[in-house]
């Protein structure tokens, strides 16, 4: 009977998490970003991706271009009541602010945690269905995420995406990603850095909202097997998940309280208490939408909500801005004062007090990009 007792106590081992010396680091930073009314800044688009930022506004797409683009954010007076994180390109990260100081040496000053995109972007996933994408960056992953956090970064972001075809994920997809997520937020644990997972269910397609809440389930809760799996730690990392709502060509647009309750009963479905915060990405939501969603989430007082509810937006809080600013020095006030009003609007959200009469009517103009790539 002992012989067998052992036997069955050593199946029934309790998780343990990684062993890293920066395990209490890690939590008090992933609650710092968690500050109440404060969100993330996605401030880590690659030069692709400001390519289609610029063209609408006659910017050419260069190093230095790019380096005036984030300072005209990271330069807005007061924008640290509202930003707990910024997330910087790798170009960023070792760039100068307008004073000579680097970027994440401006963000520490105002107490606003630099952060890092440490994925590589996208390839074919030839074993997934036709127009899969796996994110490759994990090989020299240990070396980088190193000197990412002599940099001064503290945590960081690593993105897949999931686009429901059919009604559906391929299950290689669903496995592959997971594994490549919790992987990557591993190493990152093990480096210093609080790894933000990013499995955004895209908002491209006809599906309705139903289809989409079943397939970010199927998502959700495989990469948290996966982290359970590899041993990470919970309380120091961050999830930034799509919201649940109906594909761009379905015809339908989700009210904000059915949008917030499918969204929220997915997470409690699938996430474990002990993460932290949430941080939604905006996916192609109009500017408006993404507050709106974000605050009915926050109001809403009869589902379970053991996590904080944020925002990490880049399109939902620069577009403005950006149109405003039009690559021009003598537009950089207006442009900072509409960067400044999203993100007051989106800190409301976070405390579920946010109020549409104070948007325009350009705040509901759509920002949707077909097949968004980082």
């Known amino acids: 009977m002992a012989a067998r007792m052992t036997v069955l106590a050593g199946h029934l081992q309790t998780h343990e998490t990684i062993q890293t010396p920066f395990k209490d680091e890690l939590i008090a930073n992933a609650k710092a970003i968690c500050a109440p009314g404060k969100g993330i800044l996605a401030a880590d688009e690659s030069q692709g991706s400001c390519d289609k930022r610029f063209k609408p506004i006659g910017l050419e797409n260069n190093e230095e271009n790019r380096r005036r683009y984030r300072a005209l954010m990271i330069g807005a007076p007061g924008f640290e009541k509202y930003i707990s994180g910024v997330i910087f390109h790798e170009e960023t990260l070792y760039q100068k602010f307008d004073d000579g100081r680097s970027f994440p040496e401006v963000c520490k000053a105002l107490g606003v945690i630099p952060g890092i995109k440490t ?30 956090y002599a940099a001064g970064a503290r945590f960081c972001k690593w993105r897949n995406t999931y686009p429901i075809q059919n009604g559906t994920v391929s299950p290689y997809l669903i496995k592959r990603n997971a594994e490549t997520l919790a992987k990557y937020a591993q190493l990152s644990q093990m480096a210093g850095l609080v790894p933000i997972v990013e499995p955004e269910v895209m908002i491209d397609g006809d599906h309705d909202i139903e289809t989409c809440q079943k397939v970010s389930e199927k998502v959700w809760a495989a990469v948290t097997a996966a982290l359970h799996a590899h041993g990470v730690i919970f309380e120091g990392m961050l999830l930034k998940p799509n919201m649940v709502v109906p594909g761009s060509d379905s015809g339908k647009v989700a009210a904000p309280v059915e949008a917030a309750r499918a969204t929220i009963t997915t997470l409690s479905r699938t996430l474990p208490a002990a993460v932290p915060g949430v941080f939604f990405l905006s996916g192609g939501l109009s500017e408006a939408n993404a507050s709106a969603y974000l605050n009915a989430m926050n109001a809403c007082t009869d589902l379970p909500k053991p996590w904080v509810l944020r925002f990490s937006y880049a399109r939902a809080l620069q577009s403005s801005a950006l149109k405003a600013w039009q690559g021009k020095d003598e537009n950089k006030e207006k442009a900072r004062l509409a960067f400044l009003h999203r993100a007051a609007m989106n800190s409301d959200a976070a405390k579920g007090i946010y109020d549409a009469v104070k948007d325009g009517k350009g705040a509901q103009a759509s920002l949707f990009v077909r097949g968004n790539a980082y």
Do not use: F
């Not at 390839?123 to 980088?144: F, I, K, M, S």
């Open 119 to 148: 994925d590589k972007g996208m390839v074919p996933a030839h074993n997934g269905a036709p127009g899969e994408n796996e994110t490759q960056g994990l090989d020299g992953y240990v070396a980088r995420a190193a000197k990412y």
